[in-house]
C-alpha cells in the first residue's frame, strides 16, 4: 500500500512569493494535517482537515491556508513567503480507528 | 495545554549498548503518546503508540516504552542499538476533541552511534 505522498520535495522560493505544497493521503484515510518543522526543532502543528472541512488550526499566520479536496488530497499555500517560513513541511494521514497518523516524506522549502 | 519535554538533546552510545530516552508530558487526561523516528532529510516513522492497558508497548525496530503515570513520562528504550538506529527521535501526545486532533512534540533528541 501507497504511504502518504508529497510534491515537490524540495523548492526554493524568494521571499514575499507564494508557494503550495500537495499532499496524498493514505488510501481509505479522510483526514490530513500540516506541520512545519523548522530546523532542530519537533514539527508544530499548522491544520487538520476532516471531510473537506478545517478541523483544527495552530499557531500560525493567515498567510498560511489550505484545503481538501474530494478524492481528500490537500494544499498548503503560503503566501508572502517571509525567510523564517524555511522548514520542511510535513503532512500527515489519520487513521481514525487508531487515533495514529502517518507521515510523508515532507517538502523541504528554503525561502531566500 | 499539553507539552511534551525531551530533556536529552543529544546521547552518544556504542553499538551493542542498550538505550533509554527521556520524554515527560503534561496533560490534563489520560494521553495518547506516541515515539517517532525521523533519519536525515526524511519524514515521521511511528515507532510504537500507547493509549491504554498494558503500561509497557513494542514497537518496531526492536523498540519499547512504558507509560509511568506517577511520573508523567514514556521513555524510549532499546536493549542493544545497532549503528542504524542513528537517527532523531521525537515524543509525541495527542490532543483529541471530536473530529479534531492535534499532535504536540518535543523537541527531539538527537542518537549517534558509534562502532
Known amino acids: 500500500d501507497a504511504g502518504v505522498t508529497q510534491s515537490p520535495t524540495h523548492l526554493i522560493k524568494t521571499r514575499g512569493q507564494q508557494v503550495t505544497l500537495r499532499c496524498s493521503p493514505i488510501s481509505g484515510h479522510k483526514s490530513v494535517s500540516w506541520y512545519q518543522q523548522v530546523l532542530g526543532q519537533g514539527p508544530q502543528f499548522i491544520f487538520q482537515y476532516y471531510e473537506k472541512e478545517e478541523r483544527g488550526r495552530g499557531n500560525f499566520p493567515d498567510r498560511f491556508s489550505a484545503r481538501q479536496f474530494p478524492n481528500y488530497s490537500s494544499e498548503l499555500n503560503v503566501n508572502a513567503l517571509l525567510l523564517g517560513d524555511s522548514a520542511l513541511y510535513l503532512c500527515?494521514?489519520?487513521?481514525?480507528?487508531?487515533?495514529?497518523?502517518?507521515f510523508g516524506p515532507g517538502t523541504r522549502l528554503l525561502v531566500l | 495545554a499539553q507539552s511534551v519535554t525531551q530533556p536529552d538533546i543529544h546521547i552518544t552510545v556504542s553499538e551493542g549498548a542498550s538505550l533509554e530516552l527521556r520524554c515527560n508530558y503534561s496533560y490534563g487526561a489520560t494521553p495518547y503518546l506516541f515515539w517517532y523516528v525521523q533519519s536525515p532529510g526524511q519524514g515521521l516513522q511511528l515507532l510504537l503508540k500507547y493509549f491504554s492497558g498494558d503500561t509497557l508497548v513494542q514497537g518496531i525496530k526492536g523498540f519499547e516504552a512504558e507509560f509511568k503515570r506517577s511520573q508523567s513520562s514514556f521513555n524510549l528504550r532499546k536493549p542493544s542499538v545497532h549503528w542504524s538506529d542513528a537517527a532523531e527521535y521525537f515524543c509525541a501526545v495527542v490532543l483529541v476533541t471530536g473530529t479534531a486532533s492535534k499532535l504536540t512534540f518535543g523537541t527531539g533528541t538527537r542518537l549517534q552511534v558509534t562502532l
Open positions: 500527515a494521514s489519520k487513521d481514525y480507528a487508531t487515533e495514529t497518523q502517518y
